[in-house]
């Protein structure tokens, strides 16, 4: 079974940076895309960023030229660099990706449990 840990959320400053962290654990053949998703209160859940497995990434216009998605495929981990963060930014931030796990020949989709991120002077 693999699980995707999310951490790095807490409560930060207007204009103050942070970085979340996404590691996937379990059987795992491949991970093929991973991303970002965020859901406000009251809100549906947003992409914010993906990547591929080549480094191909792709962010949702809110957040373009603040946040940065990165993954170490080697450890099998995704981060995001939230930069210049503005009180909008407040959310629940999930980590989604595509594994493939050894018993199959199929990958599937799945989240991890999300982590808060507050964004409040």
């Known amino acids: 079974q693999v699980q995707l840990v999310e951490s790095g959320g807490v409560l930060v400053q207007p204009g103050g940076s942070l970085r979340l962290s996404c590691a996937a654990s379990?059987?795992?053949?491949?991970?093929?895309?991973m991303g970002w998703y965020r859901q406000a209160p009251g809100k549906q859940r947003d992409l914010v960023a993906v990547i591929t497995s080549g480094g191909n990434t792709n962010y949702a216009d809110p957040v373009k030229g603040r946040f940065t998605i990165s993954r170490d495929n080697a450890k099998n981990t995704v981060y995001l660099q939230m930069n210049s963060l503005k009180p909008e930014d407040t959310a629940v931030y999930y980590c989604?990706?595509?594994?493939?796990?050894?018993?199959?020949?199929?990958?599937?989709?799945?989240w991890g449990q999300g982590t808060q991120v507050t964004v409040s002077s």
């Open positions: 989604n990706a595509d594994v493939q796990p050894k018993s199959s020949r199929f990958s599937r989709s799945g």
């Open positions: 379990g059987s795992i053949s491949r991970i093929y895309d």
